[in-house]
């Protein structure tokens, strides 16, 4: 069973910078398209950021220019890079194949903002 774990969130001020990073349980990483997923307070949970294999990128329009996804195959790890973080960038990340996974979902990690 594929397994996904999140860290890297936390509280920050409206401006600051965070760098999630998602570790994946499978050798087969490598071929999946992955995407960084937010849930926000009382909102469904969106698909932000997404990485194919061959790294091309994809953003939804209110993350664009600040977020930054990325990937590592060799330690099968992708990451969020966020900057200027805004309070409505508030929510529980989380990470997992795209089209997600049924049972990909991890805990995620809680970013705030929020000064």
């Known amino acids: 069973q594929v397994q996904f774990v999140e860290s890297g969130g936390g509280l920050v001020q409206p401006g600051g910078s965070l760098r999630l990073s998602c570790a994946a349980s499978?050798?087969?990483?490598?071929?999946?398209?992955m995407g960084w997923y937010r849930q926000a307070p009382g909102k469904q949970r969106e698909l932000v950021a997404a990485?194919?294999?061959?790294?091309?990128?994809n953003y939804v329009d209110s993350v664009k220019g600040r977020f930054t996804i990325s990937r590592d195959n060799a330690k099968n790890t992708v990451y969020l890079q966020m900057n200027s973080l805004k309070p409505d960038d508030t929510g529980v990340y989380y990470c997992?194949?795209?089209?997600?996974?049924?049972?990909?979902w991890g805990q995620g990690t809680q970013v705030t903002v929020s000064s």
């Open positions: 997992n194949r795209d089209p997600a996974l049924k049972t990909g």
């Open positions: 499978v050798n087969i990483f490598s071929i999946y398209t």
């Open positions: 990485i194919t294999s061959g790294r091309i990128t």
